[in-house]
């Protein structure tokens, strides 16, 4: 009995070549603009992108304000959004709360008057929800 080779194809949809130069395909796509690319890849009905909220952009304070949402789902004040159950878990929070110190120590002098009064509070805030859940 001979064995049938099942084989795969791979599609390379990096943007860049080999020399780093934006590859044909993607340069005609750049000048579409947005819109044409988006007809060129049409959603489909009830895919997960469709059911998520927009993400937030991405810089410093949306990164403490997601570990800072990590902290809180540990100390079971937010539930799971999945099940809706709320479990406690302060190893876990503590951990988050630790993250953001580091990050505090790690970027001290690099951070906007805003950033820094924002990690501050909310350093200062899980600190104290942790102090009142282990005291």
């Known amino acids: 009995m001979a064995e049938e080779e099942k084989g795969f194809i791979i599609k390379d949809k990096r943007a860049l070549d080999e020399k780093g130069e934006l ?3 993607h340069k005609q796509e750049e000048k579409k603009g947005p819109k044409a690319q988006e007809r060129a890849e049409p959603k489909k009905e009830g895919s997960k992108s469709q059911q998520q909220p927009p993400l937030p952009e991405v810089n410093f304070t949306s990164l ?7 902290a809180l789902y540990h100390f079971g004040e937010v539930a799971d959004p999945q099940t809706g159950e ?16 580091m990050l505090k120590e790690k970027t001290k002098g690099n951070l906007t008057k805003e950033e820094e009064k924002f990690i501050d509070t909310v ?3 899980l600190r104290w929800r942790y102090v009142k859940e282990v005291g």
């Open 64 to 70: 403490i304000f997601s570990l800072s949402s990590s």
């Open 123 to 125: 350093l200062a805030d």
């Open 86 to 101: 709320k479990k406690k878990d302060l190893a876990l929070a503590k951990h988050a709360i630790d993250t953001i110190a």
């Open 23 to 25: 590859k044909q395909k």
